[in-house]
């Protein structure tokens, strides 16, 4: 049961443009959503967050947005740089005290120079 | 300002035997969430600890168990190992109701 999926395994992009990674969700009860980057040996790191009042939230070159018609997301990174070569996980919840996250599967984004 | 931390880093051990994994949240969280990640996949929930308590589960056998301290750290224990008990094992921690959850370094699991 992947209630979180993202369908691109990799993406692969040129430094200084824009990097777009997209995820689908089929739980209409997910109302919190996620980004997270994961580098190897180490574990996922939060990178950006949106709830389903908004559909915009940014933090410097990161944006996410929601359109809950489509129950897609998406992260956009402007302008992408090596450094941000890594697996982006995005992942879905439910607000209230025991809030299990749901996982997609991962997209592997590279960055060249 | 301590982040999340695990420990061991690595494990190997055999099909049946029974392991033991440990996980210290980030200060001022008291909730802790364990998480399954094989190779290829998206980490997948195992359960979550709250007030020494196991609050909620995910799709995993009674295999797999875990303990919640006063102290807020926790354990992960799996017994009769199985080959495909292999993976990275992530602890995550949050504060009460906040949905954001930080994670650990995890633990490698490999069962031979």
């Known amino acids: 049961d992947q209630q979180v999926k993202q369908n691109s395994p990799s993406l692969s992009v040129q430094e200084g443009r824009i990097s777009i990674l997209n995820c689908d969700y089929t739980n209409s009860m997910f109302d919190y959503f996620l980004w997270y980057k994961k580098y190897p040996a180490e574990g996922p790191t939060f990178l950006i967050s949106i709830s389903s009042i908004k559909d915009k939230n940014e933090d410097g070159r990161f944006t996410v947005f929601l359109n809950k018609s489509a129950k897609h997301l998406s992260l956009h990174i402007v302008p992408s740089q090596p450094g941000d070569s890594a697996v982006y996980f995005c992942a879905a919840t439910t607000t209230g005290l025991f809030n299990d996250m749901r996982f997609g599967a991962g997209t592997r984004l590279t960055v060249k120079p | 300002d301590a982040g999340v931390t695990q420990s061991p880093t690595h494990l190997i051990k055999t099909r049946g035997q029974q392991v033991t994994l440990r996980c210290s949240p980030k200060?001022?969280?008291?909730?802790v969430s364990w998480y399954q990640q094989a190779l290829g996949q998206g980490p997948q929930f195992i359960f979550q600890y709250y007030e020494e308590e196991e609050r909620q589960r995910g799709n995993f056998p009674d295999r797999f168990s875990g303990h919640q301290y006063p102290n807020y750290s926790s354990e992960l224990n799996v017994n009769a190992l199985l080959l495909g008990d292999s993976a990275l094992y992530l602890c995550a921690s949050s504060f009460r109701d906040r949905q954001t959850q930080y994670f650990g370094p995890g633990t490698r699991l490999l069962v031979l």
């Open positions: 200060s001022g969280h008291d909730t």
